[in-house]
């Protein structure tokens, strides 16, 4: 359905059932789905190119995330998820966390 542009404001009722939902869906979404996703490629790449900067790996995480301004309600679950990309699509182990420090996966 298309709403309808107008003049007036929403409703304090409409923004609570309808508006509010949609944007908290939106936000799990991106969270669940496309932060990890977007953040392993950030992490992985930059090593790669060796054009990554000593710092934690929370630094570069929030590096990372600050393009979708969005802030994680859960960032052990998308750490988790980060990490697990990582090693599986990058061929890559965290070491350390502080300094960061990758090892290559030899498969």
């Known amino acids: 359905m298309l709403r309808k542009s107008t003049d007036e404001d929403i409703s304090d009722e409409e923004c609570e059932k309808v508006i509010n939902p949609f944007y ?40 990372a995330s600050d393009m979708f301004n969005l802030i994680s309600d859960n960032y052990e679950k998308t750490k988790a998820e980060v990490i697990k990309l990582l090693r599986l699509k990058y061929a890559l182990e965290i070491i350390s966390e502080d300094p960061l420090d990758f090892k290559i996966i030899e498969y």
């Open 24 to 63: 908290d869906n939106y936000h799990t979404f991106v969270e669940e789905y496309i932060m990890p996703e977007v953040i392993a490629y950030y992490l992985a790449n930059s090593f790669y190119r060796n054009a990554m900067w000593e710092a934690t790996f929370l630094q570069h995480f929030n590096s």
